[in-house]
């Protein structure tokens, strides 16, 4: 049985800042760049890019705009290159050390729906907290570009990105799954030692014989690339659950049926 040791279902008009950090990578940028725009209500969240929000680090990453949450952070002080997911960039504003919800292990599951617009994209991700350089890599449980949505199948991108980690290989693909990501389905990860499962609606997609071995911490967002379009643009998210116990090694998952799923790489 698997004890479940993190829930949000979104309740209240407020995101709940003992579970989550409403700012992307902040301390990279400004506080009103980094701030999420989001709307809660009917137990959803809705993350939003609205059209007056301003971009979240133009001089690396031009007009790209996004909302996300996360649970935790870690950076140095200002002026340093010491922080989560920086990749060379200078520390900005020195934020407090904060680990809200960092498992080791275990399963990591959203009920959510996507977006279509091509200019975006949706995710559920798991980056280490990076307390030290090389526990760095990223888990992707789903990721999901507007232009891979459609009303038989979507595109959805899984898998794992070492960045610092000299453990861990590259191994990220771009799954075709019979789903129509514009209305509700679960993204799942089961993270367990040497090995990370993915699946789509309690259905199995994938599984890479490798895994992070240190604490990580969630990463929810949408992101827009380029202004246009109809706003806000919103992701919506039904739950995110986090749950101590993943399946034993060697457990048996149900895979969608032969041929109705297709693998490529970006």
Excluded at 32 to 56: N, V
Excluded at 205 to 222: D, F, S
């Amino acid at each position: 049985m698997r004890k479940l040791e993190f829930e949000d279902t979104f309740q209240g008009d407020r995101v709940e800042e003992t579970k989550w950090i409403p700012y992307y990578l902040p301390q990279w940028t400004t506080r009103t760049a980094a701030a999420a725009r989001y709307r809660l209500g009917d137990g959803l969240l809705r993350l939003l890019i609205e059209e007056e929000q301003p971009p979240w680090h133009p001089e690396t990453e031009g007009a790209m705009r996004v909302s996300s949450l996360q649970t935790g952070i870690f950076s140095g002080m200002a002026g340093s290159r010491i922080g989560q997911h920086g990749r060379g960039a200078v520390v900005q504003e020195e934020y407090p050390e904060l680990r809200l919800y960092t498992p080791l292990y275990g399963r990591i599951e959203m009920r959510a729906k996507a977006v279509d617009d091509p200019r975006c994209m949706v995710a559920l991700w798991m980056i280490g907290f990076e307390d030290e350089p090389e526990r760095s890599a990223e888990i992707c449980v789903a990721e999901i570009f507007g232009r891979d949505v459609g009303p038989d199948e979507a595109r959805i991108g899984m898998g794992l990105h070492p960045f610092g980690d000299p453990s861990i290989a590259d191994d990220f693909t771009v799954e075709t799954v019979p789903i129509d990501a514009r209305e509700f389905h679960v993204y799942a990860v089961d993270w367990t030692p040497g090995r990370v499962s993915f699946s789509v609606d309690g259905q199995h997609v994938r599984t890479i014989n490798q895994a992070p071995a240190y604490p990580m911490q969630l990463m929810l967002n949408i992101f827009e690339f380029e202004p246009g379009g109809v706003y806000p643009k919103e992701f919506t998210v039904d739950y995110v659950r986090g749950y101590a116990q993943a399946h034993p090694a060697g457990a048996r998952l149900d895979r969608f049926p032969r041929g109705r799923y297709a693998t490529s790489r970006l």
